[in-house]
């Protein structure tokens, strides 16, 4: 929980086997057909031509930039993100698929409060579950409307983790493990002030929720970090050691049973520049 919080906001200060288990993580994320849903509905809402010029605004590991580079085949993307590492390994990993290097695919190291490139320089800007991560998410805001143009598209997928819920014999617990979780990130709620957020300074063009559905134990332990989430919510004094056991073995009993789930709500707002 404390690791993944920090990880996010400075993926350059981890190494060897932290930084692989992070970047493996978002891989499992990205393979994962409920984030694939969402991320292929905000394709469509940054309304692109063939000839138009799209931003991924911390673009991680970069598994947003061939699906956007595909629906603009005469135009160019680019990718923003704080870590080297990680445009690093967007970069060989985009160019090993394409068998080269493809010039109209771009990969910038950039804080995403002072982004190098110039005002209107694109057609439309994205951001997908990074803004949970970044304090006053308003500036952040606010420096993707700069590049992009009049009349052009910003595009946000945020979670509401105050939505999420784990499926439990003792929901109590449950509730306390999910609260956990949402305090370590610096804006857990973020979905649901996108509206307002990106509302108040565009002309508001699209508001939907989509569920990410967890329906193993395994894909919640992995991608949510359950294990260290209950761990901290040991050392936090939020659950005790004997409520812990109780809890896991619930999941375990239901996981064998098919009955396994959580969910999270992801917000997925798009307005167009003044």
């Known amino acids: 929980m404390k690791f993944l919080a920090q990880a996010y906001q400075n993926a350059d200060a981890f190494s060897g086997s932290e930084l692989e288990n992070l970047e493996g993580l978002l891989h499992l994320m990205a393979a994962h057909p409920g984030f694939q849903a969402y991320k292929e509905a905000s394709y469509k809402l940054l309304e692109l031509s063939p000839d138009s010029h799209a931003a991924d605004v911390a673009c991680g590991l970069g598994f947003d930039l061939p699906h956007l580079k595909a629906l603009v085949p005469r135009g160019s993307v680019t990718g923003f993100d704080l870590s080297a590492k990680f445009l690093a390994s967007a970069k060989a990993r985009i160019q090993a698929a394409a068998g080269g290097a493809d010039a109209s695919i771009h990969f910038l190291q950039s804080d995403i409060k002072a982004l190098d490139a110039d005002t209107g320089a694109f057609d439309a800007v994205r951001i997908d579950r990074s803004l949970q991560h970044i304090p006053e998410p308003e500036v952040a805001i606010a420096e993707m409307l700069r590049i992009v143009r ?4 910003i595009c946000a997928a945020e979670p509401d983790w105050g939505s999420f819920v784990i499926a439990s014999s003792t929901p109590e617990i449950a509730t ?9 990130l610096v804006n857990p709620r973020i979905g649901r002030d996108l509206v307002d957020l990106i509302g108040t300074q565009t002309e508001l063009t699209h508001h939907s929720v989509h569920s990410l559905l967890f329906k193993s134990l395994a894909d919640l332990n992995r991608m949510c970090v359950l294990g ?10 939020v659950i005790t050691s004997s409520e812990n056991a109780r809890f896991w073995q619930d999941l375990e009993e239901r996981d064998r049973a098919g009955r396994c789930f959580a969910n999270l709500n992801i917000h997925l707002v798009s307005g167009r520049k003044p």
């Open 228 to 237: 260290d989430i209950t761990a901290r919510s040991v050392e936090a004094g």
């Open 150 to 153: 009049p009349g052009g598209i």
């Open 176 to 184: 306390k493990v999910a609260a956990v979780y949402a305090c370590a």
